[in-house]
């Protein structure tokens, strides 16, 4: 999945950075970080430098994919990353993620309950909860008048040329298997037919396929509906007022990305070190406020923006989250979504 690009156009950092800020940071201790774009505070990175004396090297990836194509070469040496959900599943069937010794993350003690043992690490032995959210309707109240309740609105030709759906595969599919009454994870090559010609009917309303570039073009009155990731609206409602976020009455999708290390990471003792420190609460109430993400980290609520928190869109009731589903991965039957996905792309 793709997400968060938006963020490249904030105040902080470049695309791949190594950060020295003083301190106590020497020549033997480093720690090579593979993150998405600008998901982190904008001083994360060089306080955890100068109190553990670390040089850190800091490289962005643009989605799951890129990221664990890159792991696969066998060449990268990144001690610490940050995969989705369903990507943690298909990296530790691959044998690319290394087991976490939870002794050395005292400060897991902080993620709540509900976000320990999760369906893609059970015992968390590969990975820990770092930022979740989820996928919505986002739209600019000032040119859409009528109601929006549900996923049936990016259907509405009313707004033929003003919609964007996601350049996602599992995103895009699963917005169409709700909308249809299915789970985002359906094994049915009927309901994911059915899926697919609601996508190919929709397509000629459609004005742009993005994850990139959506939150832009709503911030301009390019477009006026889009599916959409929630952090990404509220950044993007910084800079246009008009823009408002829904989560879809049929349900949708939750995610939730997480801190890992890989199998070659070469600084390990470093890397339990700094995803400790991304626990601690006051690191990561920082880092929740400069992003608009939701938060596994219940220690760092009391430190959080109260108008994010309070913010039924970024924390959803749990009426709302019981409607909600985490994307699966599917092994053998992502194939079938596959060449779905080929046959809208191409329609």
């Known amino acids: 999945m793709k997400r968060r690009t938006f963020l490249k156009h ?65 060449q990268a040496e990144y001690d610490v990353i940050f995969p989705s959900d369903y990507m943690v599943q298909i990296m530790v069937k691959a044998d690319l993620l290394s087991p976490l010794d939870l002794k050395a ?31 919505g309707i986002g739209l600019n109240g000032g040119r859409i008048h009528d109601p929006v309740e549900g996923w049936a609105a990016l259907w509405n030709p009313a707004y033929k040329g003003w919609i964007n759906m996601l350049d996602d595969m599992r995103t895009t599919l699963g917005v169409a298997l709700k909308r249809l009454g299915h789970s985002v994870n359906s094994t049915s090559k009927a309901e994911v037919e059915g899926a697919r010609g609601l996508l190919i009917e929709q397509k000629p309303l459609v004005k742009t396929y993005s994850s990139d570039l959506y939150r832009e073009h709503l911030i301009s009155g390019d477009i006026y509906l889009s599916c959409a990731y929630s952090g990404d609206l509220f950044q993007a409602a910084k800079q246009n007022s008009a823009l408002r976020y829904v989560l879809p009455k049929e349900g949708t999708m939750i995610w939730v990305d997480n801190v890992a290390v890989p199998k070659a990471a070469p600084h390990r003792d470093v890397a339990h070190e700094f995803i400790d420190f991304l626990l601690r609460d006051n690191v990561s109430a920082t880092i929740s406020n400069a992003i608009c993400y939701a938060s596994p980290n219940e220690a760092s609520y009391p430190l959080t923006d109260p108008k994010i928190l309070s913010n039924p869109a970024i924390y959803p009731p749990p009426e709302v989250e019981a409607r909600c589903e985490f994307v699966q991965d599917l092994g053998e039957f992502t194939k079938v979504y596959d060449a779905a996905w080929q046959d809208i792309k191409t329609a």
């Open 10 to 74: 904030s105040a902080w950092g470049g695309a791949a950075i190594a950060l020295g800020c003083g301190g106590r940071q020497g020549g033997g201790r480093r720690l090579n970080v593979y993150n998405w774009p600008y998901y982190i505070g904008p001083t994360t990175t060089s306080d955890f430098e100068r109190e553990a004396g670390v040089r850190v090297t800091y490289d962005n990836y643009s989605d799951n994919e890129e990221m664990l194509a890159k792991l696969q070469t066998g």
């Open 105 to 135: 993350i005292p400060n897991f003690k902080n993620i709540a309950r509900k976000f320990r043992g999760l369906p893609f690490d059970p015992e968390n032995r590969h990975s820990v909860p770092y930022q979740w959210g989820t996928v």
